[in-house]
């Protein structure tokens, strides 16, 4: 007799399995051809969208050395555009090639499952930013001496590799927009991712805008650090939920962070460029030192950082509550067992139900009368 093989069936896939999966391509699809169109119908003007505009070239009366730097316009809100969707892209490849896999083997619940997700992406960027970011400084002179940061204001002249930071940083927040849609961000969990893109978006373009590169990026880069020791623990807790030490020096460093942002502003617009000669407005020259522009770039600056320490501080609480009730109950069993020992005597020294004292006689019987 032939023995006939028992092929396994394939295993079935769900009707809203299958049509998220076609979404997302679709999405991703639709992505790519609007690249393709943008860059088909503007042929000659390609370079705007891929290379870093406004190059202006300075040259030295006594030498023949020439100095680039560059100025923000118009155009480059088609350079970040195009950046835009390259992070789009490289959102995906992270999703796919690294969190994805992750997350198969840690079987995570829908709500991890999406804040795993969040705080993979951002620890990447973070750290990216934040090694950026500190090269950047590191070459540069502004970084020892904190008076650069109003002294010849209006620092219209960028170098190039400050203007493509500012570019990038600008894309990559507004690409976490659509990216919402794309992740199938939980309903509730929209308010708060999008809280904290407009105020990314917000504070990085003003401080692009208004000519305070400078202090933008000194205030970026321990930001950046402290995000990325942050979402770094909150992935180890995901997958143990034991390693917790990681959130200890994130709180410590979050304090120093918001103490440094608030120093360096109130030193910046309260002080320095108060001080300053150039405090005519202009929008050609890019001056933008007056009153109301200060007040207003100070305000913002230590009302996000009070909201921060706000939520900070909620946070805390919250873990603190959450710890001293789970040792509640311990504590009230372990008081009810001492108790119970100290009241119930012991049954060796029970004599005919009543306790027998150390030392002592026992209870004489009674005897029984002759009826």
Not at 95 to 118: A, G, P, V, W, Y
Not at 213 to 235: D, K
Request: with cysteine; glycine share 4%.
């Amino acid at each position: 007799m032939r023995l006939r093989r028992k092929h396994k069936s394939p295993p079935v896939l769900s009707h809203e399995f299958v049509i998220q999966n076609h979404v997302d391509f679709v999405s991703r699809l639709v992505v790519s051809l609007l690249m393709g169109v943008v860059f088909e119908a503007t042929t000659k003007n390609a370079i705007i969208f891929v290379a870093v505009q406004y190059n202006v070239t300075y040259t030295i009366d006594d030498s023949n050395e020439q100095f680039h730097f560059y100025d923000y316009g118009p155009k480059d809100i088609a350079t970040i555009f195009f950046y835009m969707l390259i992070a789009i892209n490289l959102h995906a490849v992270i999703q796919e090639n690294i969190l994805d896999k992750i997350n198969r083997r840690l079987h995570l619940s829908k709500t991890k499952h999406s804040k795993f997700n969040e705080s993979g992406q951002l620890a990447f960027f973070s750290l990216f930013s934040f090694i950026w970011g500190s090269s950047i400084l590191n070459a540069e002179e502004f970084a020892m001496d904190l008076t650069s940061l109003w002294t010849e204001y209006p620092h219209c002249r960028m170098l190039f590799q400050v203007k493509f930071f500012y570019i990038c940083q600008i894309a990559y927040w507004l690409h976490a927009l659509p990216e919402l849609y794309f992740q199938k961000i939980q309903k509730e969990d929209i308010p708060r991712q999008l809280c904290y893109i407009c105020l990314y978006i917000i504070h990085i373009s003003g401080a692009y805008i208004l000519n305070f590169q400078r202090l933008g990026l000194i205030l970026m880069v321990p930001h950046y650090l402290v995000e990325f020791i942050f979402h770094a623990s909150r992935l180890f807790y995901f997958s143990d939920e034991n390693k917790q030490k990681g959130f200890t020096i994130w709180a410590l460093l979050f304090v120093v962070v918001r103490l440094l942002t608030l120093t360096l502003s109130v030193l910046t617009f309260g002080f320095g460029l108060a001080r300053a000669e150039n405090s005519d407005f202009s929008i050609a020259d890019g001056n933008f030192n007056v009153l109301p522009v200060r007040i207003g770039c100070l305000a913002t600056v230590c009302l996000t950082q009070a909201w921060m320490m706000w939520k900070f501080i909620n946070f805390q609480l919250k873990k603190y509550r959450e710890h001293v009730n789970n040792q509640i109950p311990k504590k009230k069993i372990t008081n009810t067992k001492k108790k119970r020992t100290n009241q119930e005597p012991n049954r060796e020294n029970c004599v005919n139900g009543a306790a027998k004292v150390e030392g002592e006689a026992s209870p004489r019987i009674r005897k029984s009368k002759p009826v």
